[in-house]
């Protein structure tokens, strides 16, 4: 019975972390101590999972690692295979894409050794997010469609629905706007089937985008601010970030410097508190191009003198280098450490 409910653990992470989070605790105290290795590894897989569910990069990072090892060891390539793709959503969040593309190559051939369709479907979906955030649209919405054709063999409608929701804004993006409503309409339908406030907060997100293009600012707004609201309600404060970021990227393309400039501002001081680095990167190469078109030069070379300085250090974290809190170094190592070791 523990057995089962170690391998199902994890799962549950995403909707109540602190309660998963006890209950691992309190299987790993109670395993034997002559219990098999593989045992505690799914504990420790399932407080990895709180880690990202919670955005604790550390606890993710450092449960993960020891998941890693001990599921190499013992030969157990379902539970490596877990852990490397939650290892991917960790490498995203301290803001190191190679590693993750890295580790996500990894997985995919571990996933398709074993025939995981579902579990190859979601790591296309976070190799094409780690393609979006580089601005490489072909390489994204490729990725995207091909996870989206898995989910649909397989009648996952909430996976469908979020890779519907993810096409919407590659296509509102190259202005192909009839096209991404269609995405965001199928999203909608899907949603009402599944049990999904995450994809829903992720489509009013998706539906402000495109409002912001058609130039339709006063619904654009209210929509990005509900969809705030519920990936706050969530504790998903990365991926609120992040959408703040795209706004603001969404705004300066269109012309409206002034209010792209007040919301990345407000954004990068956020995200940089919580230490995610390659956002904080991001926003200020997009507030450095804000800058040059205003014809502020200085401006736009100390934001991307900020830009290389948070890139660095999202790099001195990979290579686990001492950094200032929130020190995710020692983490960062174990981690990079694991994955060397398989």
């Known amino acids: 019975m523990v057995t089962a409910e170690l391998k199902a653990l994890h799962v549950e992470a995403g909707t109540r972390p ?3 989070e006890a209950r691992a605790r309190e299987l790993l105290a109670e395993l034997p101590a002559d219990a098999p290795p593989w045992m505690s590894a799914w504990a420790w897989l399932a407080l990895g999972a709180c880690g990202l569910a919670r955005t604790d990069v550390r606890l993710a990072l450092e449960s993960l690692a020891t998941a890693t090892e001990s599921f190499g060891a013992a030969h157990d390539d ?10 991917v959503n960790a490498w995203v969040l301290v803001g190191d894409r190679p590693e993750a593309r890295l580790t996500a190559g990894r997985a995919l051939r571990l996933a398709r050794r074993l ?21 490489d649209a072909i390489s994204y919405e490729m990725l995207t469609q091909q996870a989206l054709d898995i ?8 996976a469908m629905a979020h890779c519907h929701v993810n096409l ?18 199928r999203a909608e339908r899907l949603c ?26 006063e619904t654009a707004l209210g929509m ?12 998903r404060d990365y991926q609120r970030l992040r959408q703040e970021w795209l706004l603001g990227r969404d705004l300066l393309a269109l012309g409206e410097v002034d209010l792209a400039a007040s919301r990345l501002t407000m954004m990068v001081a956020e995200a940089a508190v919580a230490g995610y680095d390659g956002l904080v990167a991001s926003a200020h190469e997009t507030l450095a191009t804000l800058r040059s078109t ?20 999202a790099s001195a974290r990979s290579a686990g280098a001492e950094l200032a809190p929130p020190d995710l170094s020692a983490a960062v190592a174990r981690a990079r450490g694991a994955l060397s070791g398989l």
Request: negative net charge; charged residues 25%; glycine residues 12%.
């Open 168 to 185: 919407g804004g590659a296509l509102t993006r190259s202005k192909q706007w009839s096209d991404a409503r269609q995405h965001y309409d």
């Open 151 to 158: 989910f649909t063999t397989l009648g996952d409608q909430r």
């Open 115 to 135: 025939g995981a369709k579902a579990t190859e479907a979601r790591l296309l979906v976070n190799l094409a997010y780690t393609h979006g955030e580089d601005d």
């Open 224 to 235: 990005y601010a509900e969809s705030n609201r519920r990936l706050t309600a969530q504790g």
């Open 78 to 87: 379902e539970g490596l295979l877990a852990s490397l793709v939650l290892l």
């Open 192 to 217: 009402r089937n599944a049990d999904s406030p995450y994809i829903e907060a992720l489509l009013w997100a998706g539906r402000g985008g495109l409002a912001v293009a058609l130039g339709d600012w």
């Open 294 to 313: 205003q014809g502020d030069t200085n401006q736009a070379a100390i934001h991307q003198g900020c830009a290389e300085e948070a890139r660095a250090a």
């Open 18 to 20: 602190e309660a998963v």
